[in-house]
C-alpha cells in the first residue's frame, strides 16, 4: 500500500487492516496528548456531567418497568444513554483515554510522553469526577429529578457502591476492555457507532460490571446525603474499581492491540 492510499484509508477508515485501526486511534491519541489542558478539563467535567445521564436513565426505566424477569435486561439499555452522548459527542472520558493516549506511548516511548500521559490522566480523571459531583448533587439537592425516581437512584447506587473492595476491583476489569473495545472497533462502525456504543455499553450494565465515571455519579450520591463513609468511597469503590478499568482498558486490551501490529509497525 503506497503513501496516498494509505492517507486515503485513513481518511476514511473503511476496511481496515490491524495497523492501520492502531495508527487511526494512535494519530487520534496524539492529537488528545496536544490539546491544552483548559480544554481537557472543562471537556472532562462535561463527560463526567453527562455520563450521569446514564444513572438517570436506568433509574427511569427501573421505576416505571413491571416487575418481570425481563426488565432488568431492558433497564439497563438506559445505561447506555451517558456513554451514547459523551462518546459520540467526543468528550474527554477517562476509560477512553487509558488506550488512546497509550498508545503513542507504546509506538514511541520516551520520557516527554509518558509525563504528558500522566498528566491527561489526572486532569481526565479528576474532571470527570467533578462533573459527576456535580451531577449527583443536582440529583441529590434539588427537584429537577421526579421524587419517584430518587428511591431507583439511591437503589443503584447502592448496589454500585456495595461490593467488596476485590470483588469491585474484578468486575472493573471487563468494563475496561469493554470500553477499549468500543475505541478499537470505532473506525471500522462508520454509519454504526450508536449501535455498536449501545451493545458494549449495555453489556457492562446487564454482567454487573463496574465503569469508574459513571460509579462515580452513584458513589457522590451517596456520599454527599452522608450515606456513603469516605474510607468506603475512596478505599471501597473509586480505587479498586480506578485499577481494575485501567488493567482492563490498558494493560490488557492496549498491549494486545499493540501486540497483533507492532513487528508491522517496525517494517513501516
Known amino acids: 500500500m503506497n503513501k496516498a492510499k494509505t492517507e486515503a484509508a485513513l481518511d476514511h477508515a473503511e476496511a481496515l487492516p490491524p495497523k492501520l485501526i492502531f495508527e487511526v486511534i494512535r494519530r487520534d491519541g496524539q492529537d488528545e496528548l496536544e490539546r491544552p489542558n483548559g480544554s481537557l478539563i472543562w471537556s472532562g467535567i462535561a463527560a463526567g456531567l453527562m455520563i450521569s445521564l446514564s444513572v ?19 433497564e439497563n439499555l438506559g445505561y447506555s444513554l451517558g456513554f451514547l452522548v459523551v462518546i459520540l459527542g467526543r468528550m474527554q472520558l477517562f476509560t477512553e483515554n487509558t488506550i488512546t493516549t497509550v498508545l503513542p506511548v507504546m509506538q514511541t516511548p520516551s520520557r516527554a510522553i509518558v509525563r504528558r500521559t500522566a498528566t491527561l490522566w489526572v486532569l481526565v480523571l479528576l474532571a470527570n469526577v467533578v462533573g459527576a459531583f456535580g451531577a449527583a448533587a443536582t440529583f441529590a439537592f434539588t427537584s429537577a429529578i421526579p421524587p419517584e425516581v430518587l428511591p431507583a437512584i439511591e437503589e ?61 455519579v452513584e458513589m457522590a450520591f451517596l456520599f454527599l446525603q452522608g450515606l456513603l463513609s469516605p474510607a468506603d468511597a475512596v478505599f471501597g469503590f473509586f480505587l479498586p474499581v480506578l485499577a481494575g478499568n485501567v488493567l482492563g482498558g490498558t494493560l490488557i486490551f492496549a498491549l494486545l492491540a499493540f501486540g497483533q501490529v507492532r513487528r508491522e509497525l517496525v517494517k513501516q
Open 156 to 216: 443503584l447506587s447502592r448496589h454500585a457502591t456495595g461490593l467488596p473492595p476485590f470483588e469491585a476491583f474484578q468486575r472493573a476489569i471487563p468494563a475496561g476492555v469493554l470500553v477499549a473495545a468500543i475505541v478499537w472497533m470505532l473506525p471500522q462502525s462508520a454509519g454504526f457507532e450508536f449501535f455498536l456504543i449501545l451493545t458494549f455499553t449495555w453489556l457492562i450494565a446487564a454482567g454487573d460490571f463496574m465503569h469508574i465515571v459513571a460509579g462515580s
Open 56 to 74: 438517570f436513565a436506568e433509574a427511569v426505566l427501573r421505576t416505571y418497568l413491571p416487575d418481570a424477569q425481563w426488565t432488568h435486561l431492558v
